[in-house]
């Protein structure tokens, strides 16, 4: 599991750096949907095992 969450960390850190120097809202749509997915993996692999 620590695996995908060390790959979800780098893609997103490296997107969040990316998305000043580009300046465009795709951008940071990218940014943000990226973060609701690592949000909804945590949620799912970490939190719901549980309830």
């Known amino acids: 599991m620590t695996g995908i969450f060390g790959i979800f960390t780098l893609v ?20 943000l949907s990226e973060a609701i997915i690592g949000f909804g993996y945590f949620a799912y692999s970490v939190l719901l095992p549980k309830l």
């Open 12 to 31: 997103f850190v490296g997107t969040v750096g990316y998305a000043p120097v580009a300046k465009t809202r795709a951008a940071w749509l990218l940014v």
